[in-house]
């Protein structure tokens, strides 16, 4: 059961990132990669959500499979080199870092 929540969790995240990043690049300019961010802080809060979950199984489906497949700190770190060399990257950088850690912070705060 674990790794079927897992699986549809994950299926479910990676088509909800690509949606999410696709709509977004769409509809923003400049040099961050909106799309990424937007996808990685959504990860972060709903993740820090997912923390007062007690029920195993929901955990994994929603924490594992769902925020795992959401964000991605690949491309956030690809796409900061990229932009490291177009001097962009330290914004690209401060802003996960910093809302992802404010927005974990405050979707615990929510649920507990």
């Known amino acids: 059961m674990i790794l079927g929540c897992v699986m549809v969790g994950g299926a479910l995240g990676a088509v909800g990132r690509w949606q999410i990043d696709r709509l977004v690049s769409e509809h923003t300019r400049g040099p961050i990669p909106y799309g990424t961010l937007t996808v990685n802080m ?3 809060f709903l993740l820090g959500m997912v923390f007062g979950i007690e029920t195993a199984w929901l955990r994994v489906l929603l924490g594992t499979g769902l ?7 690949s491309t956030f770190a690809v796409q900061g080199v990229q932009l490291a060399r177009r001097r962009h990257g330290v914004a690209h950088v401060a802003l ?8 974990a912070a405050l979707g615990m705060w929510l649920v507990t």
């Not at 925020?67 to 700190?73: H, M, N, Q, V």
């Not at 996960?96 to 927005?103: Q, R």
């Open 42 to 44: 959504l990860g972060c």
């Open 67 to 73: 925020c795992g497949a959401l964000t991605t700190y």
């Open 96 to 103: 996960h870092v910093v809302g992802g850690l404010a927005l």
